[in-house]
């Protein structure tokens, strides 16, 4: 068998930064105890203005299931008085599935025997000009984490195409150092996603066997890393179900609550997932990660960070989707292919990523959102 690299280790290639926001995440994590909360706790945390740490952990514990429509309540005030009734639309484009990872629950993974594929320059402006046709004018550049089939400059000179087509350009590719980060900044990327998957070390070392992902450090650390590179937002999420979904989301908060500290500029969004079943392999699940536990990890997000975006994933079903964008989440896709190519009349040419729930158009999704009485927004953002 490989001898496998230490997942605490960074590689030679890999910036290392200040570790105090990444050690101070971790200890928040392994402290933190869900059934410790009562109901009392509870109380406390939904009599404050302004959310504690120890309030954002009392909202996601099981002693606030039973409070779960009064969370709501208190989450949809708040998403009303930051958000007012407007909802980001945008749509991810895959432009890469080849992946040197080896992450046991993701369909990309490099042993997963799928179809691989890349766009060109030329193929990548097609599809961003059939997205574009939609009216969207955000999008989010995804690939599989292989810096030597998508390189640096191969998502730079995405995020230059992108740029002449849409307002926003976001990025969820593999983690860079900062130096990258600034390059792909230039180019005209805004923010970076990065999903940690899990804040748990132990369970992180079982999940990723091999690739760059397995370095668990590196991994928790980009978000900063994007920021020292001049991004102007960051978001944060772990994979709910991979491990315990409580501790996961409260390392989620914490990370993203500590980041915003440090860099008080930054733009903080959370993307909420669950796992969903992949090609090859229709076994995983969500396991205890029901829809009134994911929607208590929404609220609970939304209570303890008012100002971020909260992002509701395809992964959701239509109906979750247009409930949870009246309570809590300021994101959504739509018109979303997890494959390679797809948009407008471009023929597919790799597989997807994980199965999607919602399959609706871009119009669908907005005119759901104007029937809801809300205000589709395609793009918040205007460059002078």
Do not use: W
Not at 108 to 116: Q, V
Not at 158 to 168: L, Q, T
Not at 191 to 206: H, I, L, N
Not at 230 to 248: I, S, T
């Amino acid at each position: 068998m490989e001898q496998r690299t230490n997942h605490m280790e960074y590689l030679p290639d890999m910036e290392q930064i200040d570790p105090t926001i990444k050690n101070q995440v971790i200890e928040a994590r392994n402290n933190y105890n869900a059934d410790e909360y009562t109901e009392a706790d509870v109380k406390i945390a939904l009599s404050h203005e302004t959310k504690t740490p120890r309030d954002f952990g009392a909202l996601l514990s099981p002693a606030a299931l039973p409070f779960l429509e009064e969370i709501a309540r208190q989450a949809k005030i708040e998403t009303r008085k930051h958000f007012g009734n407007s909802v980001n639309m945008f749509t991810p484009l895959y432009i890469s599935n080849y992946c040197e990872n080896y992450c046991i629950y993701c369909g990309f993974n490099c042993h997963n025997k799928i179809h691989r594929a890349k766009l060109n320059a030329e193929e990548i402006e097609k599809e961003m000009q059939a997205i574009a046709k939609t009216g969207l004018q955000e999008i989010l550049i995804l690939t599989g984490e292989s810096k030597k089939m998508s390189d640096v400059k191969y998502i730079g000179e995405a995020c230059k195409i992108a740029r002449k087509y849409f307002k926003v350009v976001g990025l969820e590719v593999y983690p860079m150092n900062s130096d990258e980060y600034k390059y792909i900044h230039e180019c005209g990327a805004d923010y970076v996603t990065v999903f940690q998957e899990t804040y748990d070390s132990d369970k992180y070392e079982t999940l990723h066997l091999a690739g760059h992902k397995r370095v668990f450090p590196y991994r928790l650390e980009t978000q900063e890393r994007a920021l020292m590179g001049g991004m102007r937002g960051v978001g944060f999420a772990a994979l709910l179900g991979l491990a315990d979904f409580r501790k996961d989301a409260f390392a989620t908060g914490m990370h993203a609550y500590l980041i915003q500290r440090k860099y008080p500029h930054a733009e903080i969004a959370f993307s909420c997932p669950r796992l969903r079943p992949i090609i090859n392999n229709d076994k995983i699940n969500p396991k205890d990660v029901h829809e009134p536990q994911l929607l208590q990890v929404i609220c609970a997000y939304r209570l303890f960070m008012p100002f971020a975006s909260i992002t509701i994933s395809t992964r959701e079903c239509q109906r979750f989707r247009d409930n949870v964008v009246q309570i809590a989440a300021t994101k959504i896709s739509a018109g979303v292919d997890v494959g390679i190519g797809g948009h407008g009349d471009n023929d597919k040419k790799g597989d997807e990523q994980f199965e999607i729930s919602d399959g609706r158009n871009v119009k669908q999704v907005y005119d759901a959102l104007v029937e809801n009485g809300l205000q589709p927004v395609m793009s918040d953002y205007i460059y002078v």
